[in-house]
């Protein structure tokens, strides 16, 4: 009876000195290696350009300074050359977007023709489910047929967020290099299982760039050339914005107003939400009514494939471990940078 105290003193004991020891002496190459191989790898890409928005090239690692909740880190791997781009191209297939459909898919089609040979693509649809239509290859003319292929969708719902989610972990998640996802729709979500803030984490996690694409949609007056007035279903040139310009007064017209305001609303919200997606992923939001496309999307190649690319070692921690806090400084004055804000260190296998 009396051996028992003995033996739990001297393991306690032993406890004690193995949690004190590796702080008490040098470690050893064998004992630095072992932690490199318990940490995490956090790769950061980076976009760099001037206050006109022209990317910077010739940078070297000595011109970043990176920092993890404001401790500076040593980066580890530093990568600005050229490489292929891998893309997830996300098309709106749902009922709401029935007027803008064509549009989307001239858009996806113009993109693909801005790839190189090298480059990669995946195309993807999503209304009430998600559909993958093509994956990653860089047969064009596979990726031009199954654009033409999307439809829109038998049944109602917009799952939007659910098809970020998918493309960034079914497409991209085990791709190395550079990647993007380049997001076509009205923004409007109805009926995904994720939510709006973990879709936003996700992003940030996912270490693919987004750029979405914004198409409002939605009850409008637009001016019907065929009939010389005003009807339902867009923004017509004439009618813009601010509808008839001689409103007659009556019930009619007063319910017309309410819906066109809740659609401005709802399109407003969208927005919000497709920008604060390409935000939190370093990417970027564009509003397809005020861009040429064409220029966009040779923007968004340029800078995917010239973008720079960082990591560091951040040491492990249990899964669900807390967010961390990313920032990058660049040593110019006129330097602008996009890179990944946050992410959550987890233990290598």
């Given at each position: 009876?009396m051996k028992?105290p ?5 393991f ?6 193995a ?5 008490v002496?040098a470690?050893s190459?064998?004992e630095?290696?072992?932690?490199k191989?318990?940490?995490t790898?956090?790769?950061?890409p ?5 206050r ?5 090239s010739?940078?070297?690692a ?5 920092y993890?909740d ?7 791997v ?8 891998n893309?997830?191209l996300?098309?709106?297939?749902s009922l ?8 989307i898919k001239?858009?996806a ?5 801005r ?7 995946a195309?993807?649809s ?10 990653l290859?860089a047969d064009?003319?596979?990726?031009e047929?199954s654009?033409k292929?999307?439809?829109i969708?038998?049944y ?5 967020r659910?098809?970020v989610i998918?493309?960034?972990n079914?497409?991209l998640?085990?791709?190395e ?7 076509l729709?009205d923004?409007?979500d109805?009926?995904?299982v994720?939510?709006e803030?973990?879709?936003l984490?996700a992003?940030?996690e996912?270490?693919a760039m ?15 050339n065929?009939?010389g007035?005003?009807?339902r279903g ?11 310009p001689?409103?007659?007064r009556?019930?009619?017209?007063e319910r017309?107003?309410?819906r066109?305001e809740?659609?401005?609303?709802n ?6 939400y497709l920008?604060?997606?390409a ?5 970027r ?16 190649a340029d800078?995917l494939?010239?973008?720079y690319?960082?990591?560091f070692?951040?040491?492990?921690e249990?899964?669900g471990?807390?967010?961390h806090?990313l ?5 110019r004055?006129?330097a602008v940078?996009r890179a990944?804000r946050?992410y959550?260190?987890?233990?290598s296998p």
């Amino acid at each position: 009876m009396m051996k028992k105290p003995v033996v739990l003193l001297a393991f306690f004991a032993c406890v004690v000195v193995a949690t004190v020891a590796p702080a008490v002496g040098a470690q050893s190459p064998t004992e630095q290696e072992g932690i490199k191989l318990k940490a995490t790898l956090v790769s950061v890409p980076v976009i760099v350009s001037d206050r006109n928005g022209r990317y910077l090239s010739g940078l070297r690692a000595e011109d970043f300074t990176l920092y993890s909740d404001h401790a500076k880190q040593p980066i580890a791997v530093f990568e600005a050359t050229e490489e292929p781009l891998n893309v997830a191209l996300l098309l709106d297939t749902s009922l709401s977007t029935r007027d803008v459909l064509g549009d989307i898919k001239d858009a996806a089609l113009s993109f693909i023709k801005r790839l190189r040979p090298q480059d990669r693509a995946a195309v993807v649809s999503f209304d009430y489910a998600v559909h993958l239509l093509s994956p990653l290859t860089a047969d064009r003319r596979a990726l031009e047929q199954s654009v033409k292929r999307a439809d829109i969708g038998d049944y109602a719902g917009t799952v939007l967020r659910d098809a970020v989610i998918k493309a960034a972990n079914d497409s991209l998640r085990h791709v190395e290099g550079r990647k993007a996802i380049v997001l076509l729709t009205d923004g409007k979500d109805h009926g995904s299982v994720v939510s709006e803030v973990e879709s936003l984490e996700a992003a940030q996690e996912s270490g693919a760039m987004i750029y979405t694409i914004f198409y409002r949609t939605g009850f409008a007056p637009r001016f019907d050339n065929r009939r010389g007035g005003f009807g339902r279903g867009g923004f017509g040139r004439r009618g813009g914005i601010f509808g008839d310009p001689f409103p007659r007064r009556g019930p009619n017209n007063e319910r017309r107003e309410r819906r066109r305001e809740r659609a401005e609303r709802n399109n407003e919200q969208a927005a919000d939400y497709l920008g604060q997606l390409a935000d939190a992923s370093a990417g970027r939001f564009y509003r397809s009514e005020v861009t040429d496309l064409k220029k966009t999307f040779d923007l968004i190649a340029d800078e995917l494939r010239h973008q720079y690319r960082l990591g560091f070692y951040s040491s492990g921690e249990p899964s669900g471990a807390a967010v961390h806090r990313l920032t990058v400084e660049v040593a110019r004055s006129e330097a602008v940078v996009r890179a990944r804000r946050t992410y959550r260190a987890t233990p290598s296998p």
